[in-house]
């Protein structure tokens, strides 16, 4: 499975952004999908993930209430809405793939190139 995560750019704080998350030539259902982010200097941490089911979804703590994570009806994409950014939101945003049910303890399969975000005070 090749992902592909897009949508990153050059923002101020408080902006908004929305990531995408696809897979080529394929749909996303049927897997659990995370976010994750790598700053620079830093280990990469997760963000947030939504199971294979849509129906469940966790948020690390630093992004519950400012980050929303969602399917597309058709299961084609993975969103990643980050709203009211700050600078140490600046990171490459990475999206993963495996096929169980757990969102968090769980080793993700299959992982996109990275899209980079940068929020600029």
């Known amino acids: 499975v090749q992902l592909q995560a897009s949508g990153g750019g050059l923002v101020q704080v408080g902006d908004s952004l929305r990531l995408s998350c696809t897979a080529s030539g394929r749909t996303l259902s049927g897997y659990t999908v995370g976010w994750f982010r790598q700053a620079p200097g830093k280990a990469r941490e997760f963000v947030a993930g939504i199971s294979r089911s849509g129906g469940g979804s966790k948020y690390a703590d630093s992004m519950k209430g400012r980050f929303t994570i969602s399917r597309d009806s058709a299961g084609n994409t993975v969103y990643l809405q980050m709203n009211s950014l700050k600078p140490e939101d600046t990171a490459v945003y990475y999206c993963?793939?495996?096929?169980?049910?757990?969102?968090?303890?769980?080793?993700?399969?299959?992982w996109g190139q990275g899209t980079l975000v940068t929020v600029s005070s």
């Open positions: 993963a793939a495996h096929r169980t049910d757990y969102i968090v303890g769980v080793q993700y399969d299959y």
